[in-house]
């Protein structure tokens, strides 16, 4: 394996590749049929073979699983289903040990309705201290059986729920940004400061390397939760507020008191990317997500703005940017670009539109080219390196997004990108544990297991094991700038210093490379020399 720069140098979260396990849906180790850190555990080392820096987990944490455990029960504990506090630690160490980073998620914008906070707040009722703690609020008409305001739930449906007194009248109201399982803490509140500071401490003391922040932007309120009246103003009211800023320029405070740099990675989806960026100062995140990129479609003057802007977004603040493709709440990358509209969109995910899925992975493997050799780092959501593609004929009674029952059966949701891994074997449900797994896998996935693809050199995953390994022994590549190349139009293609090119072609017809010295890696054959449709590679220069 070759030498990870970015794990042995300081400032490693500029340039890293960020793995993204699912937890539910990677590999179960006890024969359950859900994913959990033992299944993980056992396959580190195939983590470690890609040439991955660091691992980010989804939320681990006891979870009554009314979204996927970002409805957290406890801050401070495992759930039962994936394990115990012990293998966690267990977990950072081994990791550690293979020159891995664990990254796990903290989802401070709201808890589970089952949290002792919010149960305490039911149970105290009206008035009660308990309540303070999250956003309760009369209704509006005669009988308070209106909303609040107007506000919609990114589930859909009204962000307000009506709670029931302990007499058993019906009571107030309480917001949630998501579904009702998952009340908004208000962070007018020092207790919630207080109790978040502790929670980051109780992880970094056991030795996490950093947080993904999930809705890092929802966390302040406008002040008298003002209604929408069918405006969309920019900030809204429950999204990127100025004041979120000094909560994670105090985090940072607390993550620099450690030694080993220890990160945030914020998940924020903004129309405004110099908004955006502002995230990003010296003194805050270290990075975040760019959904931009991730939503833009497969087309080079398309990709080229967002690139470019992502850029210059992110320079002023001196910030690494980061690229990413899929993750557990899009559509997988090789569904999107196999598509007409190869663009991605949560108000239409498009479910089911036609598919060229060989032309799908054909785009997916010279997009991560493109994203692996663009400046900063890059995160690959399990399952991409295998080629998966969304599963989107499962049947409606088997899905567990509350997307699908929130928006009224209309937006089938998010459980098609997180199907369990398929490791090994013939049948489902392919070596992802003993039982059957919580949810089916097709069966056209016995020809991409990690095992088929492992003895397979043209496979997607000895793709990713050469590409990753390629990253991290080029010294052009991650943390650092680029330098435009003009091919003629269809065609993205830069430089990096020292020596590198990276030529993609979205073009319909094949185009000649660029003077080079060698040719470092394709994402296709090369036609008579040429670089055909669809295809990126990168070039060693002279
Ligand atoms: C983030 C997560 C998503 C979750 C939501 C609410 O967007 O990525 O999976 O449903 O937050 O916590």
């Given at each position: 394996?070759?030498?990870?720069?970015?794990?042995?140098?300081?400032?490693?979260?500029?340039?890293a590749?960020i793995?993204?396990?699912?937890?539910?849906?990677?590999?179960?180790?006890?024969?359950d049929?859900?994913?959990?850190?033992q299944?993980?555990?056992?396959?580190?080392?195939?983590?470690?073979?890609?040439?991955?820096?660091?691992?980010?987990?989804?939320?681990?944490?006891?979870?009554?699983?009314?979204?996927?455990?970002?409805?957290?029960?406890?801050y401070?504990?495992i759930?039962?289903?994936?394990?115990?506090?012990?293998?966690?630690?267990?977990?950072?160490?081994?990791?550690?040990?293979?020159?891995?980073?664990?990254?796990?998620?903290?989802?401070?914008?709201?808890?589970?309705?089952?949290?002792?906070?919010?149960?305490?707040?039911?149970?105290?009722?009206?008035?009660?201290?308990?309540r303070?703690?999250?956003?309760?609020?009369?209704?509006k008409?005669?009988?308070?059986?209106?909303?609040?305001?107007?506000?919609?739930?990114?589930?859909?449906?009204?962000?307000?729920?009506?709670?029931?007194?302990?007499?058993?009248?019906?009571?107030?109201?309480?917001?949630?940004?998501?579904?009702?399982?998952?009340?908004?803490?208000?962070w007018?509140?020092?207790?919630?400061?207080?109790?978040?500071?502790?929670?980051?401490?109780?992880?970094?003391?056991?030795?996490?390397?950093?947080?993904?922040?999930?809705?890092?932007?929802?966390?302040?309120?406008?002040?008298?939760?003002?209604?929408?009246?069918?405006?969309?103003?920019?900030?809204?009211?429950?999204?990127?507020?100025?004041?979120?800023?000094?909560?994670?320029?105090?985090?940072?405070?607390?993550?620099?008191?450690?030694?080993?740099?220890?990160?945030?990675?914020?998940?924020?989806?903004?129309?405004?990317?110099?908004?955006?960026?502002?995230?990003?100062?010296?003194?805050?995140?270290?990075?975040?997500?760019?959904?931009?990129?991730?939503?833009?479609?497969?087309?080079?003057?398309?990709?080229?703005?967002?690139?470019?802007?992502?850029?210059?977004?992110?320079?002023?603040?001196?910030?690494?940017?980061?690229?990413v493709?899929?993750n557990?709440?899009?559509?997988?990358?090789?569904?999107?670009?196999?598509?007409?509209?190869?663009?991605?969109?949560?108000?239409?995910?498009q479910?089911?539109?036609?598919t060229?899925?060989?032309?799908?992975?054909?785009r997916?493997?010279?997009?991560?080219?493109?994203?692996?050799?663009?400046?900063?780092?890059?995160?690959?959501?399990?399952?991409?390196?295998?080629?998966?593609w969304?599963?989107?004929?499962?049947?409606?009674?088997?899905?567990?997004?509350?997307?699908?029952?929130?928006?009224g059966?209309?937006?089938?949701?998010?459980?098609?990108?997180r199907?369990?891994?398929?490791?090994?074997?013939?049948e489902?449900?392919?070596?992802?544990?003993?039982?059957?797994?919580?949810?089916?896998?097709?069966?056209?996935?016995s020809?991409f297991?990690?095992?088929?693809?492992?003895?397979d050199?043209?496979?997607?995953?000895?793709?990713?094991?050469?590409?990753?390994?390629?990253r991290?022994?080029?010294?052009?590549l991650?943390?650092?700038?680029?330098?435009?190349?003009?091919?003629?139009?269809?065609?993205?293609?830069?430089?990096?210093?020292?020596?590198?090119?990276?030529?993609?072609?979205?073009?319909?017809?094949?185009?000649?490379?660029?003077?080079?010295e060698?040719?470092?890696?394709?994402?296709?054959?090369?036609?008579?020399?040429?670089?055909?449709?669809?295809?990126?590679?990168?070039?060693?220069?002279?």
């Amino acid at each position: 394996m070759a030498e990870a720069k970015t794990t042995t140098t300081t400032r490693w979260w500029r340039g890293a590749a960020i793995y993204q396990v699912y937890v539910r849906s990677f590999a179960d180790g006890n024969g359950d049929g859900v994913g959990d850190l033992q299944g993980l555990l056992r396959k580190l080392p195939y983590i470690a073979e890609l040439g991955i820096d660091a691992i980010w987990l989804n939320p681990w944490y006891p979870s009554p699983m009314a979204d996927g455990g970002y409805d957290v029960a406890d801050y401070r504990a495992i759930e039962p289903l994936f394990g115990s506090l012990v293998e966690a630690e267990k977990l950072i160490d081994e990791a550690h040990a293979l020159g891995i980073r664990i990254i796990i998620d903290i989802v401070p914008n709201h808890c589970s309705d089952q949290h002792p906070w919010f149960l305490q707040a039911i149970a105290e009722g009206p008035g009660s201290p308990a309540r303070e703690l999250f956003w309760f609020r009369p209704g509006k008409g005669e009988d308070g059986s209106e909303p609040p305001n107007d506000w919609q739930s990114r589930f859909g449906g009204p962000a307000w729920t009506r709670s029931t007194n302990p007499d058993g009248t019906a009571g107030d109201w309480y917001l949630h940004l998501y579904s009702p399982e998952q009340p908004d803490f208000n962070w007018t509140n020092q207790k919630v400061h207080d109790e978040f500071d502790d929670i980051l401490r109780f992880w970094l003391d056991r030795g996490v390397d950093g947080f993904r922040i999930d809705v890092a932007d929802g966390l302040v309120k406008e002040d008298g939760l003002p209604d929408l009246n069918g405006e969309t103003p920019e900030p809204l009211p429950f999204s990127d507020q100025d004041g979120v800023h000094e909560i994670y320029r105090h985090w940072r405070r607390v993550a620099d008191e450690y030694p080993g740099e220890r990160v945030f990675v914020g998940e924020m989806w903004l129309p405004d990317p110099v908004r955006f960026a502002r995230y990003l100062r010296a003194d805050e995140l270290h990075s975040a997500f760019n959904f931009d990129f991730l939503g833009c479609p497969w087309e080079a003057s398309a990709l080229r703005g967002v690139i470019d802007d992502t850029l210059a977004a992110h320079a002023p603040v001196g910030a690494p940017p980061t690229w990413v493709l899929s993750n557990h709440d899009v559509t997988r990358h090789v569904t999107r670009y196999g598509r007409a509209d190869t663009s991605f969109d949560f108000g239409d995910r498009q479910h089911l539109a036609p598919t060229d899925f060989d032309l799908g992975t054909r785009r997916a493997r010279a997009a991560a080219m493109l994203t692996t050799s663009l400046p900063g780092g890059v995160y690959v959501y399990q399952g991409e390196e295998l080629g998966l593609w969304e599963v989107e004929d499962l049947d409606d009674d088997l899905r567990e997004d509350p997307v699908w029952v929130r928006s009224g059966h209309t937006d089938r949701g998010r459980d098609g990108c997180r199907i369990p891994i398929p490791w090994g074997g013939t049948e489902a449900p392919f070596g992802f544990g003993d039982g059957t797994a919580w949810l089916p896998q097709p069966a056209e996935w016995s020809g991409f297991t990690a095992e088929v693809e492992a003895a397979d050199p043209d496979s997607m995953l000895s793709f990713y094991r050469t590409a990753l390994g390629l990253r991290r022994s080029e010294e052009a590549l991650g943390d650092g700038d680029l330098t435009w190349l003009d091919l003629g139009p269809g065609v993205l293609a830069f430089t990096r210093s020292p020596g590198f090119a990276c030529v993609v072609n979205l073009s319909s017809t094949p185009i000649p490379l660029p003077e080079h010295e060698s040719v470092l890696l394709t994402s296709n054959p090369l036609v008579d020399g040429d670089l055909p449709s669809d295809t990126a590679a990168w070039l060693r220069l002279g």
